[in-house]
C-alpha cells in the first residue's frame, strides 16, 4: 500500500506535465493531475510523525 501514495504522485505529476505540454490545454485534465497528486502527497505526509509530538512527550515526562 506504500507504493501505491508514490504511484498516484507519479501519475498525477505525470498527467499534470501532459496537460500543460500540449498548445491546447485541457484545464480538466489539469485539475486532475493535480487532484492525483495531492492526494499522494496527503497520504504520505499523513503517516510522518510531528516533530514536535515527540519533544512535548519528553517535556511531559520531565515534569511529571
Known amino acids: 500500500m ?3 501514495n508514490y504511484v498516484l504522485i507519479l501519475l ?3 498527467v499534470a506535465l ?3 505540454a500540449e ?3 485541457n484545464q480538466y485534465i489539469l ?3 493535480i487532484v492525483l497528486l ?3 502527497i496527503y497520504r504520505v505526509s499523513r503517516n510522518i510523525p510531528s516533530k ?3 519533544e512535548n512527550e519528553i517535556e511531559d515526562d520531565e515534569n511529571n
Open 38 to 40: 495531492m492526494i499522494g
Open 52 to 54: 514536535f509530538d515527540k
Open 18 to 20: 501532459y496537460s500543460k
Open 12 to 14: 498525477g505529476a505525470v
Open 31 to 33: 485539475i486532475g493531475g
Open 23 to 25: 498548445t491546447e490545454q
Open 2 to 4: 506504500k507504493y501505491f
